[in-house]
């Protein structure tokens, strides 16, 4: 009987396991939950940067008796039924244990995998023999595969146990895969639980999964999950006791209202199996595209959004907004051209089977109107700073002059003008910004006979504009946004 709770091992954060302490720490962790009643471990040798299977060892020394220990080995990596057993060994002496007692081929993607994996002298019969050596009790598979190419190994019937992500996310694709796991009589873990963190991020979205008595979405969604009589365990990843307390308090009663919480979810979130959970295997683009990055984003634009971007309330510039937010720092876009060689390598592996090619495409339409490439934006900064000036300004001296002054140099160096900086806030009035450029009262325009002054400012631009105009009718002044463009940072 496997805890309804089981302890996944790749959540360990790197700043933590790069000590000794905090591997130590780690492992107490491990003990924590055994104590607390969790008997079911995940593990494979890559997981938590490689520190995964020592903190498993030192905390297998504190816990009595022997709880369930998974490994994993992948097909990409031992290829052979070779590989496999001494993958296996290497991984039972690191952690110290005499078996396993669910070895998992790990991150089944298709049946063209599997196939590799069944194939004579391959994977699968390594593990069989290191089963028939006493390493391994019994035999399983991770999938990340289609709920159809899932519900086909499963009925290929050779393993006794599968590890599958399934959660408010996902539930309608895969439950023919839950369904015939059961069937099947299969043991299921359950992985990913809480969507790769979406569902706790999105908390108010998730809502209608949330019954009167439920402490908070991630309750809700662990309870969600496990009134289905096939899973046998859901892999929480945790990083500290408070987490691990509230999952196990979450899973330590019975669920009396299973019915009405299908029923609920069912209704409500039938919608939300289109995310990107982050799991990163699209990555290794040969364009170079960062894959899970953009698709991770794309998911703000698949959350319906009352956030307005600032003052702006088209519906499809907020859509724009909150993808451009939520890259902002990850990736930069050079030009609007879409590099996608529509290779359809990304979609194969991910393990959402999401439509990422046409989300890409998208998403560089997006960039071409919002004026979001470095080279668009160079092209604005050259036609609104034309080199025939010799004196600019801008307005307000905030983060927006401060970025756009950074961002002209470096697309296009050292200004060839004099510059000057407004803003209407008398207390900055002499301050400097970055650069030494002192920071002006909105009065001196006029006198100082500026050739342009261009306003950076995203929020009130249309305010600006409509002030310095009136207010000084003769002077050049030019807008840096126009209508079509999200904000230059956010
Ligand atoms: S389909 Fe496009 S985004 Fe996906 S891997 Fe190929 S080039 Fe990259
Ligand atoms: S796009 Fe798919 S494979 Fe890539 S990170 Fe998202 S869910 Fe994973």
């Given at each position: 009987m496997v805890s309804a709770v089981g302890m996944g091992a790749n959540r360990f954060k790197h700043e933590i396991i790069s000590t000794p302490e905090g591997v130590e720490r780690c492992a107490q962790l491990v003990v924590e939950a055994a104590a607390l009643g969790v008997n079911f471990f995940d593990s494979a040798a890559a997981y938590s940067g490689g520190k995964c299977e020592e903190i498993l060892r030192l905390a297998l020394r504190q816990i009595a008796g022997k709880p369930y220990i998974c490994g994993k080995s992948s097909s990409h990596q031992e290829k052979t039924r070779d590989a496999v057993q001494r993958h296996i060994e290497r991984s039972l002496k690191n952690i110290g244990i005499d078996y396993f007692d669910f070895y998992y081929m790990w991150s089944v993607k298709s049946i063209g995998q599997y196939q590799e994996i069944m194939a004579t002298g391959g994977p699968y019969e390594g593990v069989v023999a290191a089963k028939e050596r006493g390493l391994v009790k019994h035999i399983c598979f991770s999938s990340h595969a289609s709920a159809q190419d899932t519900v086909q190994i499963i009925e290929d019937g050779a393993f006794e146990g599968v590890l599958l992500s399934y959660s408010l996310l996902n539930f309608r694709e895969n439950n023919i895969a839950l369904e015939t796991a059961e069937r099947s009589g299969l043991g299921v873990a359950v992985m990913n639980p809480l969507?790769?963190?979406?569902?706790?991020?999105?908390?108010?979205?998730?809502?209608?999964?949330?019954?009167?008595?439920?402490?908070?979405?991630?309750?809700?969604?662990?309870?969600?999950?496990?009134?289905?009589?096939?899973?046998?365990?859901?892999?929480?990843?945790?990083?500290?006791?408070?987490?691990?307390?509230?999952?196990?308090?979450?899973?330590?009663?019975?669920?009396?209202?299973?019915?009405?919480?299908?029923?609920?979810?069912?209704?409500?979130?039938?919608?939300?199996?289109?995310?990107?959970?982050?799991?990163?295997?699209?990555?290794?683009?040969?364009?170079?595209?960062?894959?899970?990055?953009?698709?991770?984003?794309?998911?703000?634009?698949?959350?319906?959004?009352?956030?307005?971007?600032?003052?702006?309330?088209?519906?499809?510039?907020?859509?724009?907004?909150?993808?451009?937010?939520?890259?902002?720092?990850?990736?930069?876009?050079?030009n609007s051209v879409n590099p996608c060689l529509n290779c359809g390598k990304c979609e194969k592996v991910c393990t959402q089977r999401l439509p990422i090619i046409d989300r890409i495409s998208e998403i560089y339409r997006w960039v071409e109107v919002s004026c979001a490439s470095l080279f668009d934006r160079k092209k604005r900064l050259e036609s609104l700073l034309s080199n025939q000036y010799s004196r600019v300004g801008f307005y307000t001296a905030g983060g927006y002059t401060d970025f756009i002054i950074k961002l002209y140099k470096r697309l296009l160096g050292d200004f060839s003008f004099e510059v000057y900086v407004f803003d209407s806030n008398p207390l900055r009035w002499g301050g400097e910004l970055s650069g030494g450029i002192f920071i002006r009262n909105p009065e001196e325009i006029p006198g100082l006979n500026l050739d342009v002054v261009l306003i950076s400012n995203y929020v009130y631009s249309d305010q600006i504009?409509?002030?310095l105009t009136v207010r000084f009718p003769t002077v050049n002044v030019q807008r840096l946004h126009t209508d079509n463009d999200v904000p230059w940072i956010f």
């Amino acid at each position: 009987m496997v805890s309804a709770v089981g302890m996944g091992a790749n959540r360990f954060k790197h700043e933590i396991i790069s000590t000794p302490e905090g591997v130590e720490r780690c492992a107490q962790l491990v003990v924590e939950a055994a104590a607390l009643g969790v008997n079911f471990f995940d593990s494979a040798a890559a997981y938590s940067g490689g520190k995964c299977e020592e903190i498993l060892r030192l905390a297998l020394r504190q816990i009595a008796g022997k709880p369930y220990i998974c490994g994993k080995s992948s097909s990409h990596q031992e290829k052979t039924r070779d590989a496999v057993q001494r993958h296996i060994e290497r991984s039972l002496k690191n952690i110290g244990i005499d078996y396993f007692d669910f070895y998992y081929m790990w991150s089944v993607k298709s049946i063209g995998q599997y196939q590799e994996i069944m194939a004579t002298g391959g994977p699968y019969e390594g593990v069989v023999a290191a089963k028939e050596r006493g390493l391994v009790k019994h035999i399983c598979f991770s999938s990340h595969a289609s709920a159809q190419d899932t519900v086909q190994i499963i009925e290929d019937g050779a393993f006794e146990g599968v590890l599958l992500s399934y959660s408010l996310l996902n539930f309608r694709e895969n439950n023919i895969a839950l369904e015939t796991a059961e069937r099947s009589g299969l043991g299921v873990a359950v992985m990913n639980p809480l969507g790769g963190g979406i569902i706790p991020q999105n908390a108010e979205l998730f809502k209608p999964a949330v019954l009167n008595d439920d402490i908070g979405i991630s309750d809700a969604a662990l309870k969600f999950i496990y009134v289905h009589t096939a899973v046998s365990t859901i892999l929480c990843g945790v990083e500290n006791e408070l987490e691990l307390a509230a999952n196990v308090k979450s899973l330590s009663v019975m669920d009396q209202k299973a019915g009405i919480r299908q029923t609920y979810v069912t209704a409500n979130l039938g919608a939300f199996s289109e995310f990107c959970t982050g799991c990163g295997y699209c990555n290794g683009c040969p364009a170079g595209i960062k894959v899970s990055a953009l698709m991770t984003a794309f998911n703000q634009t698949r959350f319906k959004s009352d956030t307005f971007i600032y003052n702006r309330t088209s519906t499809e510039l907020i859509k724009q907004g909150n993808f451009f937010r939520a890259i902002e720092g990850h990736t930069e876009f050079e030009n609007s051209v879409n590099p996608c060689l529509n290779c359809g390598k990304c979609e194969k592996v991910c393990t959402q089977r999401l439509p990422i090619i046409d989300r890409i495409s998208e998403i560089y339409r997006w960039v071409e109107v919002s004026c979001a490439s470095l080279f668009d934006r160079k092209k604005r900064l050259e036609s609104l700073l034309s080199n025939q000036y010799s004196r600019v300004g801008f307005y307000t001296a905030g983060g927006y002059t401060d970025f756009i002054i950074k961002l002209y140099k470096r697309l296009l160096g050292d200004f060839s003008f004099e510059v000057y900086v407004f803003d209407s806030n008398p207390l900055r009035w002499g301050g400097e910004l970055s650069g030494g450029i002192f920071i002006r009262n909105p009065e001196e325009i006029p006198g100082l006979n500026l050739d342009v002054v261009l306003i950076s400012n995203y929020v009130y631009s249309d305010q600006i504009y409509e002030d310095l105009t009136v207010r000084f009718p003769t002077v050049n002044v030019q807008r840096l946004h126009t209508d079509n463009d999200v904000p230059w940072i956010f």
